[in-house]
C-alpha cells in the first residue's frame, strides 16, 4: 500500500519472524499481534477499532499486546476505545501499556478503563508469565513522559536487570518509545515492541532521501532493528496524529511469529 491513506482505509498486516534458541522451544509458533498508536478519538471511533479488532482476531494471536496511546487527548471518547475492547480473542492474554498520549487523556483514568473491560491487562512496570507459554516473560513500562526530541532514562530496566530477569527466559520489553533500545540489548532483553513515531505518518523522497517528522525522535522510525542479541521491532501504528492522513506509510497490524531458528542449538 503506497500513497495517500484516509482514516477509513484499512492497514497493512505485516508478518514477522523472529527466532528463538532451541532450548524454547515449546513457545516455537507463538502468534503475538501487536497494534499501537490507534490515537483513539475525532478520527478513530468505536465502529473503526471494532472493525480492527475483527482483523486482529481472524489472525489467531496467542497474544495481543497494545503498545500505547490508545487514546489521543478528548476524555468524551473514552467508550469508543473500551466497550470493543472485550471482543478481542486472544487464545491467552491481551496485554497493554500507557503511552504518552495515554498520559495526556488520563493515565488513571485509562487504567481504570482496561480493568473495567476485563479482557486486557495493563502493565504499569509489571512482568507478565503464564504458564500456557512456558519460557516467555514479557515487561511493560509507562511512557517516561520526556521531551519528544531528548533521550529519556529508563530506570526500571536497569533495576530488572539486576534482580528479576531472567536470561533463561525470552524477555519481552514492551516501550511506547523506541529509544529504550539504546539500553535493552546490554540489560539482557531479547525483544523490543515499540510505537509511538507513526513511522513518520506523511513521508517524502523529494531527492530519493525519505523525509519524516519521525526522523527528529531517533534513529528508530518504522520496522525491524537489530543490535548485539536482541531485537527491535517498531510499529507505524493504526491512528493519525493531526490530520486523518498518511503518505507512503501505511497503518499496520503486525504479527510477531516466535520461532526456533534453523540451526540453533540448545544452551549447555
Known sequence: MTGWQRYTDPPSIERHVVPLPAHLAALDGTRV?????????????????????????????????????????????EEDYVEPLDGLEPRIAALAILGNHDFYFGADRLARGYRRSRSVRVLRGERWESDALPGLSIWGIDDPMSSLTASARYPRLRTWADGALDPRRYNVLLSHRPDAFRYAPELGFDLQLSGHTHGGQIVVAPWGKKLHIASVLGPWDQGAFDARDARLYVSRGLGFAGVPYRRDCPTEITVHELRVAPGARAAA
Do not use: C, F, K
Not at 498508536?37 to 479488532?53: P, S, T
Open 33 to 77: 499481534v501487536q497494534v499501537s498508536d490507534l490515537h483513539v478519538g475525532r478520527y478513530m471511533r468505536a465502529e473503526h477499532w471494532a472493525a480492527h479488532i475483527e482483523r486482529i482476531n481472524a489472525l489467531a494471536p496467542d497474544l495481543v499486546v497494545i503498545t500505547g496511546d490508545a487514546m489521543d487527548w478528548a476524555r468524551r471518547y
